[in-house]
């Protein structure tokens, strides 16, 4: 798999957009970047995942670059419950159920 | 839809003892993968099953071990304790073959003394 490379930390006001940084330089073709998130003492959490189309659910939008080189995901409203470690991971077919996280980036919204 | 449930949640043992986790995926999921957090390790994939078979495998001693049932319940055992072995231990179940939207559990907080 891909490595992936996040900013360690990175701070949020409450009700402002969040936008999260990813670069996956080396992905392949058959990769996709996926979020997930860990809140304190959970199991991490699926948020999005996407190819090369930017993509947007009920939690986040997903942009990626054309050259597919790095991504963002959006929290367009944060709020304090989105205070968590998010983790971007590059993965593929063949992963077999293997997810490689990395350190992520921790968020933290203030009030 | 019930969501992934893991027991026990805590467990304490102490070096040289075994331990079996065990793992209940979403209804309907056939893949089951094991990770262990630590502090300083972070999250680390262990291994994952589909349909009874093990698929993949991370960098973990032969102490580490899994199964997987018909029903697609897991579990996973470690013998010989090791005072390094204390963590969390996640498990997640996904719907396909291929799919890696997985869902975790809460993980059970292994202790070793």
């Known amino acids: 798999d891909a490595k992936t490379t996040q900013p360690p930390s990175m701070d949020c006001a409450e009700g402002r957009a969040a936008n999260l940084p990813c670069n996956h330089s080396t992905i392949s073709g058959n990769e996709y970047v996926y979020w997930y998130r860990q809140i304190h003492s959970q199991g991490p959490q699926y948020i999005i995942h996407?190819?090369?189309n930017n993509e947007t659910n009920e939690m986040a939008s997903l942009i990626i670059t054309e050259d597919r080189k790095s991504s963002t995901l959006i929290l367009p409203h944060a709020t304090l419950r989105d205070t968590a470690v998010y983790y971007c991971i590059a993965a593929g077919g063949t992963s077999y159920g293997k997810l490689t996280f990395g350190q992520g980036t921790i968020l933290t919204v203030h009030p | 839809k019930a969501g992934v449930t893991q027991t026990p949640r805590y467990l304490i043992k102490t070096r040289g003892q075994q331990v079996t986790l065990s793992c209940s995926p979403i209804?309907?999921?056939?893949?089951v993968s094991w990770y262990q957090q630590t502090p300083g390790q972070g999250l680390q994939f262990l291994f994952e099953?589909?349909?009874?078979?093990?698929?993949n495998k991370g960098n973990f001693p032969g102490r580490f071990s899994g199964r997987q049932f018909s029903n697609s319940r897991s579990e996973m055992n470690v013998s010989t304790l090791e005072l390094g072995d204390s963590a969390l231990y996640l498990c997640?179940?996904?719907?396909?073959?291929?799919?890696?939207?997985?869902?975790f559990g809460p993980g059970t907080r292994l202790t070793v003394l």
């Open positions: 996407g190819l090369k």
């Open positions: 099953y589909f349909s009874e078979t093990q698929r």
């Open positions: 209804s309907g999921h056939r893949s």
């Open positions: 997640a179940s996904s719907a396909g073959q291929d799919n890696n939207e997985q869902f």
